[in-house]
């Protein structure tokens, strides 16, 4: 039946036998109509669709929220426009970006804002990717994957409206350490309440602190400037990347002879012996080890972790150098924001949509195949989809070169952590605490020394979780109370480390449960009567992180940030500059330089180079920020 | 923390937790200095809630030259340093030869890294053959003890527990001998010597910050607020007046005298590679002693010396009109830029328009002449660019007798 046939206007029921044989799922967009074949989708309502609700024989249409009102009358012209002739026309998108996460959404974002018509694919029924915000119980919200902001770039922020569209971040003003002696080691933004902190366990560590401030300081600055900027091709004899070379040659040689021995040695060392060179006191080395090996299958006394520890230092909160906070709304208003940007530019999002494979010709990406077999034409693909996913997964073996597949396949993502969300009745008590300190409003830990650190590593790599697991929690409503009713709270627990399986078996739901009550029992031997205080709890393992999320062993970094894998090797050496072997396919993720982290670099720098091939201009990029 | 009983160690611990509260704390005189508080203009000195003045930052310092002042020098980090190797650690430490530093003595001298980048500056009170007290800007605890490994001994911070004050100004002998120190007068100048103060010792030395006659009193912070009222008592008919650090920061400035963080940046808080400075480069190369045994930084320091590895110098410059320079950018010849000034004042004693700045050599060094610096005078929301000629003096700016006179003159 022809779909001009129909008469649709917003509100109307429709019977169902009439749809059926039709084109049901269409989106507006820039004064055309799209059609898209019928599936289940029509029951996947989400913000772009107009229909929200389908039942035996109906679908219910209701108002939408596309920049501009569509009628019956408009409708049915487009749709009689596009069918005439032979059969209706295909539209071929400038570019199609395969996931909602945030980096793909920065990138989809600047490309529109570049005058490209993109298309943004995720398949689940929600955006967000690892930076989301769902709700599993009445009345709470969770950050489910990722849960604190800190390294998001302001330069993407300023750029995308970020804060016009919704993206407010709330700092936090401190953490603690619980040591099992039953006191606490915290962490406090000021300097002098911070020193007389670590005072409090030892004087020497405490005022050794401004050396280790000093030099990650300057480890930092020496990486920063990097961020936002592609790695050059060391191999490459092209201007751009003699130049970017000399750039990073004449930034290192600014370093004193001492800062460049400590460079390359930071760069390498463990995280352990580089806090072993400052202080002297178990929990105050456990304190700074634990931003080392956050995401990284790694123990705090292999080597490479302490550049992980960098990682984590180059945020900011609206200027605060350092500091972390919570996006109000949980993670997911970062990519709600980001999908507001979007679509207020012009760009389609369609969610409920799984990309079976990239659609290659003649070398080239095409488009992509849908795995219910619809197929989508595009100028150009981006994944956002970590590197293997993307090249193992979602294009054939042939289209790429032998020794690339072998890097991808060796490429370091294991999986490492879980994550427990935890829907709580009341607020938790610390008894180590004070009342009313501010700790309750920060990063919270349980893992007092690197010795059990490691010994949590052990385990992991003899394929099972850690007996003694080191927690990374926080309790984002203490400042952000729009994530759980009044006098109710929202938990987020970190945990590390989590194997990808289980002694060599596939998780069970029985080992998932297992593992949330190795973490509940760690939680409760601090914080009396806290099981009572449940109401709800979402534990991932590294089986629901790849399955829901899709990051390979759900690995949070979509790679380890190993100096092995950096810079230019990363993801792959000679790949490195975010396109790949197949022409037109580009990657935006965390595989790609800089890294993981809710940063939105790799989708900028991902955007920067695409524009760049397109021959386009970069005006609305703001250059990285300065660090003088 | 000396405790070996985990208990003990817990219990000390957690009785500290609550100072989140109080991330600026008192010092031992609070009570007195929160009374004559007018202006509550406070700042954070080194984590203490310390007065920048308190009635009137100018009357303030008319105190220090023409009467007596009082100032709480209590936040000034302070190490006791003490053990049989005690002389031969602090020699391995500092520039200067701490064997010719007799016992009731003291010097101002400074240390530095291996690298003989400067760390800090400071004083060095000797109490007893081995036993000295260390005073500083910044803290250095780490530094002191990897350095005291192989030495014979003891370090100990003790910057809470001591309290101390600076009486400054001509009339400050005056106000100890009518407190009742007596022979406080035999004192000269970095002389130091034990008086009683409630049935305990009081250390007073005639040091100071001020280019001025003066005297530093350190005591058990149990005692400060005793040692105060039995100064403030006598002090009113002398004219004695507490102060903050704004009317002493413009004493010290004609005195000549640096201050760390302010006019050069201590090597453990330089981040960028290019902002460290040796002795030299600073004005202390006086303090080095190559003569004495091995210290931290000869190497670098005798190489630099000889192969020219010195950029910087930093000088007194006076500088014509009576518009203070501060942060102003100086020049050679109007053009070439060679240097920043980091303190500026019109001082009301030289009445001279005076500076201090850091200069790349051989401008400050061998080239003195035909330097100008440029001043950005905020007037009305509109800078007033001024180009004024400097001209490199000797430092201090003003050269009080009364400073050494012996016996101190009673005003």
Same mark, same amino acid.
């Given at each position: 039946?022809?779909?001009?046939?129909?008469?649709?206007?917003?509100?109307?029921?429709?019977?169902?036998?009439?749809?059926?044989?039709?084109?049901?799922?269409?989106?507006?967009?820039?004064?055309?109509?799209?059609?898209?074949?019928?599936?289940?989708?029509?029951?996947?309502?989400?913000?772009?669709?107009?229909?929200?609700?389908?039942?035996?024989?109906?679908?219910?249409?209701?108002?939408?929220?596309?920049?501009?009102?569509?009628?019956?009358?408009?409708?049915?012209?487009?749709?009689?426009?596009?069918?005439?002739?032979?059969?209706?026309?295909?539209?071929?998108?400038?570019?199609?970006?395969?996931?909602?996460?945030?980096?793909?959404?920065?990138?989809?974002?600047?490309?529109?804002?570049?005058?490209?018509?993109?298309?943004?694919?995720?398949?689940?029924?929600?955006?967000?990717?690892?930076?989301?915000?769902?709700?599993?119980?009445?009345?709470?919200?969770?950050?489910?994957?990722?849960?604190?902001?800190?390294?998001?770039?302001?330069?993407?922020?300023?750029?995308?409206?970020?804060?016009?569209?919704?993206?407010?971040?709330?700092?936090?003003?401190?953490?603690?350490?619980?040591?099992?002696?039953?006191?606490?080691?915290?962490?406090?933004?000021?300097?002098?309440?911070?020193?007389?902190?670590?005072?409090?366990?030892?004087?020497?560590?405490?005022?050794?602190?401004?050396?280790?401030?000093?030099?990650?300081?300057?480890?930092? /600055?020496?990486?920063?400037?990097?961020?936002? /900027?592609?790695?050059?091709?060391?191999?490459?004899?092209?201007?751009?990347?003699?130049?970017?070379?000399?750039?990073?040659?004449?930034?290192?040689?600014?370093?004193?002879?001492?800062?460049?021995?400590?460079?390359?040695?930071?760069?390498?060392?463990?995280?352990?012996?580089?806090?072993?060179?400052?202080?002297?006191?178990?929990?105050?080395?456990?304190?700074?080890?634990?931003?080392?090996?956050?995401?990284?299958?790694?123990?705090?006394?292999?080597?490479?972790?302490?550049?992980?520890?960098?990682?984590?230092?180059? *945020?900011?909160?609206?200027?605060?150098?350092?500091?972390?906070?919570?996006?109000?709304?949980?993670?997911?208003?970062?990519?709600?924001?980001?999908?507001?940007?979007?679509?207020?530019?012009?760009?389609?999002?369609?969610?409920?949509?799984?990309?079976?494979?990239?659609?290659?010709?003649? *070398?080239?990406?095409?488009?992509?195949?849908?795995?219910?077999?619809?197929?989508?034409?595009?100028?150009?693909?981006?994944?956002?989809?970590?590197?293997?996913?993307?090249?193992?997964?979602?294009?054939?073996?042939?289209?790429?070169?032998?020794?690339?597949?072998?890097?991808?396949?060796?490429?370091?993502?294991?999986?490492?952590?879980?994550?427990?969300?935890?829907?709580?009745?009341?607020?938790?008590?610390?008894?180590?605490?004070?009342?009313?300190?501010?700790?309750?409003?920060?990063?919270?830990?349980?893992?007092?020394?690197?010795?059990?650190?490691?010994?949590?590593?052990?385990?992991?790599?003899?394929?099972?979780?850690?007996?003694?697991?080191?927690?990374?929690?926080?309790?984002?409503?203490?400042?952000?109370?729009?994530?759980?009713?009044?006098?109710?709270?929202?938990?987020?627990?970190?945990?590390?480390?989590?194997?990808?399986?289980?002694?060599?078996?596939?998780?069970?739901?029985?080992?998932?449960?297992?593992?949330?009550?190795?973490?509940?029992?760690?939680?409760?031997?601090?914080?009396?009567?806290?099981?009572? /205080?449940?109401?709800?709890?979402?534990?991932?393992?590294?089986?629901?992180?790849?399955?829901?999320? *899709?990051?390979?062993?759900?690995?949070?970094?979509?790679?380890?940030?190993?100096?092995?894998?950096?810079?230019?090797?990363?993801?792959?050496?000679?790949?490195?500059?975010?396109?790949?072997?197949?022409?037109?396919?580009?990657?935006?993720?965390?595989?790609?330089?800089?890294?993981?982290?809710?940063?939105?670099?790799?989708?900028?720098?991902?955007?920067?180079?695409?524009?760049?091939?397109?021959?386009?201009?970069?005006?609305?990029?703001?250059?990285?920020?300065?660090?003088? | 923390?000396?405790?070996?009983?985990?208990?003990?160690?817990?219990?000390?611990?957690?009785?500290?937790?609550?100072?989140?509260?109080?991330?600026?704390?008192?010092?031992?005189?609070?009570?007195?200095?929160?009374?004559?508080?007018?202006?509550?203009?406070?700042?954070?000195?080194?984590?203490? $809630?310390?007065?920048?003045?308190?009635?009137?930052?100018?009357?303030?310092?008319?105190?220090?030259?023409?009467?007596?002042?009082?100032?709480?020098?209590?936040?000034?980090? $302070?190490?006791?340093?003490?053990?049989?190797?005690?002389?031969?650690?602090?020699?391995?430490?500092?520039?200067?030869?701490?064997? $010719?530093?007799?016992?009731?003595?003291?010097?101002?001298?400074?240390?530095?890294?291996?690298?003989?980048?400067?760390?800090?500056?400071?004083?060095?009170?000797?109490?007893?053959?081995?036993?000295?007290?260390?005073?500083?800007?910044?803290?250095?605890?780490?530094?002191?003890?990897?350095?005291?490994?192989?030495?014979?001994?003891?370090?100990?911070?003790?910057? $809470?527990?001591?309290?101390?004050?600076?009486?400054?100004?001509?009339?400050?002998?005056?106000?100890?001998?009518?407190?009742?120190?007596?022979?406080?007068?035999?004192?000269?100048?970095?002389?130091?010597?034990?008086?009683?103060?409630?049935?305990?010792?009081?250390?007073?030395?005639?040091?100071?910050?001020?280019?001025?006659?003066?005297?530093?009193?350190?005591?058990?912070?149990?005692?400060?607020?005793?040692?105060?009222?039995?100064?403030?008592?006598?002090?009113?008919?002398? =004219?004695?007046?507490?102060?903050?650090?704004?009317?002493?920061?413009?004493?010290?400035?004609?005195?000549?005298?640096?201050?760390?963080?302010?006019?050069?940046?201590?090597?453990?808080?330089?981040?960028?590679?290019?902002?460290?400075?040796?002795?030299?480069?600073?004005?202390?190369?006086?303090?080095?002693?190559?003569?004495?045994?091995?210290?931290? =930084?000869?190497?670098?320091?005798?190489?630099?010396?000889?192969?020219?590895?010195?950029?910087?110098?930093?000088?007194?410059?006076?500088?014509?009109?009576?518009?203070?320079?501060?942060?102003?950018?100086?020049?050679?010849?109007?053009?070439?830029?060679? =240097?920043?000034?980091?303190?500026?004042?019109?001082?009301?004693?030289?009445?001279?328009?005076?500076?201090?700045?850091?200069?790349?050599?051989?401008?400050?060094?061998?080239?003195? =002449?035909?330097?100008?610096?440029?001043?950005?005078?905020?007037?009305?929301?509109?800078?007033?660019?001024?180009?004024?000629?400097?001209?490199?003096?000797?430092?201090?700016?003003?050269?009080?007798?009364?400073?050494?006179?012996?016996?101190?003159?009673?005003?």
């Amino acid at each position: 039946m022809h779909p001009a046939g129909l008469q649709l206007t917003p509100g109307i029921f429709l019977p169902m036998s009439e749809v059926k044989a039709v084109i049901v799922k269409f989106a507006l967009h820039r004064f055309q109509v799209r059609m898209i074949s019928v599936s289940v989708k029509v029951h996947r309502p989400n913000s772009r669709s107009t229909i929200t609700q389908v039942t035996q024989n109906a679908i219910i249409f209701v108002e939408h929220s596309f920049n501009m009102h569509w009628t019956s009358h408009y409708f049915s012209c487009e749709l009689w426009g596009k069918n005439s002739g032979n059969g209706y026309r295909m539209k071929s998108w400038d570019a199609i970006v395969i996931g909602a996460g945030h980096n793909g959404l920065v990138n989809a974002c600047y490309l529109q804002r570049a005058g490209l018509d993109v298309l943004v694919l995720e398949k689940n029924d929600w955006i967000g990717g690892a930076a989301t915000s769902r709700s599993l119980t009445p009345g709470f919200l969770y950050s489910n994957c990722s849960y604190v902001c800190s390294l998001f770039r302001p330069e993407i922020m300023r750029d995308l409206e970020l804060p016009r569209f919704g993206l407010q971040v709330i700092s936090y003003e401190g953490g603690a350490v619980f040591t099992q002696d039953g006191d606490y080691l915290a962490n406090y933004r000021d300097h002098h309440a911070h020193r007389r902190e670590f005072a409090r366990f030892s004087p020497r560590d405490a005022e050794a602190y401004d050396r280790y401030a000093r030099d990650v300081t300057r480890q930092c /600055r020496f990486i920063q400037p990097l961020l936002m /900027r592609t790695a050059a091709d060391p191999t490459s004899f092209r201007p751009r990347d003699i130049s970017e070379l000399m750039y990073l040659g004449k930034k290192f040689a600014g370093l004193g002879a001492t800062e460049m021995a400590d460079t390359l040695r930071f760069w390498t060392m463990s995280i352990s012996d580089f806090l072993d060179e400052y202080f002297e006191t178990d929990v105050i080395k456990a304190n700074f080890a634990l931003s080392g090996i956050i995401g990284t299958a790694l123990g705090p006394m292999s080597p490479g972790t302490a550049y992980v520890l960098l990682h984590h230092y180059m *945020g900011e909160v609206d200027g605060s150098v350092g500091a972390w906070g919570y996006a109000r709304g949980g993670m997911g208003a970062v990519t709600k924001a980001l999908a507001a940007s979007f679509e207020a530019s012009g760009g389609t999002i369609r969610t409920g949509v799984e990309v079976d494979h990239v659609l290659v010709k003649n *070398g080239s990406a095409k488009g992509v195949v849908l795995v219910d077999g619809e197929e989508i034409q595009g100028k150009m693909v981006v994944s956002n989809a970590d590197v293997k996913r993307t090249f193992l997964k979602l294009v054939e073996e042939k289209e790429l070169p032998d020794i690339f597949l072998r890097r991808v396949r060796n490429f370091k993502m294991r999986g490492s952590s879980g994550k427990v969300n935890i829907a709580l009745d009341s607020m938790p008590e610390f008894p180590a605490l004070p009342k009313d300190s501010p700790v309750y409003r920060g990063d919270m830990h349980f893992t007092d020394s690197v010795e059990r650190m490691e010994r949590g590593y052990d385990d992991w790599k003899a394929g099972r979780w850690s007996a003694d697991p080191f927690l990374d929690m926080v309790i984002p409503t203490t400042l952000d109370p729009t994530m759980a009713p009044p006098g109710k709270h929202f938990m987020s627990c970190f945990v590390q480390y989590c194997p990808p399986k289980v002694e060599g078996k596939e998780w069970t739901d029985a080992d998932r449960d297992a593992f949330g009550e190795t973490v509940i029992s760690q939680i409760a031997d601090y914080s009396p009567g806290f099981r009572d /205080r449940i109401i709800h709890m979402e534990v991932r393992t590294p089986r629901e992180l790849e399955a829901e999320v *899709g990051l390979t062993e759900g690995n949070i970094f979509q790679g380890e940030l190993t100096f092995d894998q950096l810079l230019f090797n990363r993801p792959v050496p000679g790949y490195a500059q975010y396109r790949s072997p197949v022409g037109g396919l580009y990657m935006c993720g965390s595989s790609t330089h800089p890294g993981g982290g809710v940063m939105g670099a790799p989708g900028r720098n991902a955007a920067a180079e695409i524009l760049r091939d397109l021959s386009r201009g970069t005006k609305h990029m703001s250059p990285a920020h300065d660090v003088i | 923390m000396k405790h070996s009983d985990p208990k003990k160690l817990l219990m000390a611990r957690a009785a500290s937790q609550d100072h989140f509260r109080t991330p600026r704390i008192a010092s031992p005189f609070q009570p007195r200095i929160e009374a004559l508080m007018q202006t509550e203009e406070w700042y954070d000195w080194a984590g203490y $809630k310390a007065p920048l003045s308190l009635w009137d930052e100018e009357l303030e310092y008319f105190a220090i030259r023409s009467q007596a002042a009082l100032f709480d020098i209590s936040p000034m980090v $302070k190490y006791r340093i003490e053990g049989p190797d005690a002389e031969a650690f602090l020699n391995r430490v500092t520039l200067r030869d701490v064997r $010719k530093l007799k016992p009731g003595r003291v010097h101002y001298t400074a240390w530095c890294n291996d690298e003989g980048h400067v760390l800090d500056d400071g004083t060095l009170f000797r109490l007893t053959s081995d036993r000295f007290r260390l005073c500083s800007q910044e803290r250095h605890l780490p530094w002191l003890l990897d350095s005291g490994i192989g030495f014979d001994v003891n370090i100990i911070e003790e910057t $809470k527990s001591i309290a101390a004050l600076a009486l400054q100004g001509p009339a400050s002998f005056a106000v100890l001998r009518d407190a009742g120190f007596n022979g406080v007068d035999a004192l000269k100048i970095f002389d130091l010597a034990e008086f009683e103060h409630d049935g305990e010792n009081v250390t007073i030395s005639r040091t100071g910050f001020t280019g001025d006659l003066g005297y530093e009193l350190f005591v058990d912070q149990k005692l400060a607020l005793s040692l105060w009222d039995r100064l403030w008592q006598v002090g009113e008919q002398r =004219g004695l007046r507490a102060i903050g650090y704004a009317a002493l920061n413009r004493a010290r400035l004609e005195a000549g005298l640096i201050v760390a963080n302010s006019d050069f940046i201590t090597a453990e808080h330089a981040i960028r590679a290019d902002r460290v400075r040796m002795p030299d480069e600073i004005g202390l190369g006086f303090m080095i002693d190559m003569e004495k045994p091995h210290f931290n =930084g000869r190497r670098a320091i005798q190489q630099a010396r000889a192969n020219g590895g010195l950029r910087h110098v930093l000088v007194g410059l006076e500088i014509e009109g009576n518009i203070p320079a501060e942060h102003a950018i100086v020049y050679h010849q109007g053009k070439r830029e060679i =240097g920043l000034v980091s303190a500026a004042i019109w001082s009301p004693m030289a009445k001279r328009n005076i500076a201090l700045a850091s200069l790349e050599r051989p401008y400050g060094d061998t080239i003195t =002449g035909d330097l100008w610096v440029e001043i950005y005078a905020m007037r009305e929301l509109r800078y007033q660019k001024l180009m004024k000629r400097a001209k490199v003096v000797p430092r201090p700016f003003i050269k009080l007798d009364r400073r050494t006179a012996n016996p101190p003159a009673d005003f």
